[in-house]
């Protein structure tokens, strides 16, 4: 008698779960500008408190400084918010 073992290729288990930690993503200093031309644009606004080179964080409705915490609401805008229905 002889037991014929078959082999069965193993599979990766892992990445199954999608078990991968988040990596921070560390935003480069580049990418609160934006090359045109000859021209730098910025495409953040910085604190009007801290001086240029604090950019401000964007959120939803405002700007953020995380540096002294100040706070600019952006101008409203046509947004999608049903404020009447008609
Ligand atoms: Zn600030």
């Known amino acids: ?3 014929e073992f078959e082999e069965e290729p193993k ?3 892992e990445k199954a779960r ?3 930690k988040r990596k921070r993503k560390e935003k480069k200093i580049s ?12 495409l953040r ?3 009007e408190r801290c ?9 939803q ?3 953020t400084c995380g540096h002294c915490g100040l706070t600019r609401y952006k101008p409203a805008e046509n947004t999608n ?5 008609p």
Do not use: I, N, V, W
């Open 11 to 13: 599979r990766d288990k």
């Open 61 to 63: 409705d405002r700007f």
């Open 81 to 85: 918010q049903k404020t009447s229905a």
């Open 45 to 47: 606004p910085t604190c």
């Open 51 to 59: 001086g240029p080179g604090y950019f401000m964080a964007q959120h």
């Open 1 to 3: 008698m002889s037991e």
């Open 18 to 20: 999608g078990g991968e």
């Open 31 to 42: 990418a609160f500008y934006e090359m045109r031309q000859d021209q730098l644009k910025r």
